[in-house]
């Protein structure tokens, strides 16, 4: 394919990604405001993020599963009009249960077009020539990144139209995206009448990780560490993940070939990515509520002040994906990029909510450049070295381990800031002779209006998650460094040049 026809092909792939990202990212800066109005807590913030990265950690494998089996394009317009309906059902509710339930809905739809974009793109190009549209991909991602937070938080400022568009704006984008689909993307569709998708290894892969992300969500919280509760939580988990195993290596259609982990590219790959994961999801989903809670911005702002580490992620995964097709050189751009992101996540454990803001855009910027050079790559490194059979299983596999890290960062994460708070709120309150109550944030409280709060008090909360937020980010750190030691582990193999259907590894029938 030429340059030009690849471009046509993908054009309609990435608006359906930019789709998906916009959506997602539109109600970052906002849910401060979602969560008040529907008169939610701490909790239901971080469920509200947790609800959409369960459903695509447990959908994403599935998702993969089928791309293998049936046609790609169907599968990318099916995630697409999902998401879209679950978007329109969140811009409806009334409660924060409601919005939770949509909110797993539109995880179902992000699973799909986070597992089938990276697998359409291995299925046209070769990987040596991959990294340059990676780079397409990533600044995609950057852009749709950038203008979400800064349109919801305009939106949500703007009294006439309140944050309920921030739901609705992505629907007119979705149907474009499905027409560009139709007319650009022509795959081969893959004819295999005797395959079976595993649906018992499916629900239990997203069985173990449900029960795993609802004890980190809810321990510490509802019940002790400690507890009985924690432990029957522990063990379920534990079963469902051993049984997985037994299931899948009995399947003859596997969810997740474990015959994949064999090599050991694909292991690191997957290990790193759950760290990477972690660490970026879980640091990053709360700078909304530091800009607002900590330093007092509005819901614009805080998207203005967040663009340092969405266009260091732009830059880095464009450059690095580009260079990568030049040279055929990838590890040293991951060994970059986990120093990087350790570097700026403990950087941004330093700060408060008076830190001087270009010292916080430095850390931002640094972050951003892990990420972009960390996230599209190890991808790239999983797919030179696997068959076009199992494109599809082994990119969603990589996928699936970020999807869990970023949940079980967002979920651990959020416990530790909801306790984090409420300890300091305690003390600050106790430094003024006043005793802590009302909705003043920490464990189980409502998130708070600055504005109705008198000045005192209002300083108190301030440093409070400043301070708070800036431990979340203490704890990012080594984790992003568990990520860069794995990736010192992989070894770096040449580039292949030719494209998955190049490969002809398998039977296909008439294109979409």
Known sequence: MTHRQIMEALSGLLLGMFVAILSSTIVSNALPRIVSD????????????????????AST?????????????????????????????????????????????????????????????????????????????????????????????????????????????????????????????HLPVVRRPDAKVDWLGATLVAGAASTLLIWVTLAGDRYDWNSGTSYLLVALAVALALLFVLVESRAAEPIIPLRLFRNSTLTL???????????????????????QLARGESPTMSGVMTIPMITGLAVSSTISGRVISHTGRWKVWLIAGGVSMTGGLGLLGTMRYDTPYWHLALYMALVGLGVGMLMQNLVLATQNQVAMSDLGSASSTVAFFRSLGGAVGVSAMGAVLAHRITDYVQEGMGRLGMDHGGPTGGKGSSIPHLDALPGPVRSVIQTSYGHGIADVYLFSAPVAALALLLVLCIKEVPLKTKSGLQEGATPVGPTD
């Open 38 to 57: 529907l008169g939610g807590s701490q909790s239901s913030y971080t469920w509200v993020v947790t609800a959409s990265l369960l459903t695509m950690t």
């Open 269 to 291: 790959a997957s290990l790193a990515s759950m760290f990477v994961g972690i660490a970026m999801f879980g640091a990053t989903v709360f700078l909304s509520q530091y800009f």
């Open 61 to 185: 494998p599935l998702w993969g599963k089928l791309a293998d089996l049936t046609s790609k394009k169907l599968l990318v317009q099916s995630a697409i009009v999902l998401f879209v309906l679950a978007s329109a059902g969140a811009g409806l509710s009334q409660n924060t249960a409601t919005l939770i339930t949509c909110r797993a809905f539109q995880g179902l739809g992000m699973g799909g077009l986070t597992a089938l974009a990276q697998v359409v793109m291995a299925a046209m190009i070769s990987p040596r020539e991959r990294g340059r549209y990676s780079g397409y991909l990533g600044a995609t991602f950057a852009v749709a990144t950038v203008g979400g937070p800064l349109l919801g938080g305009v939106i949500t400022d703007t009294s006439w139209l309140g944050w309920r568009w921030c739901f609705y704006v992505g629907v007119p984008f979705a149907v474009i995206a499905l027409i560009v689909l139709q007319r650009t993307l």
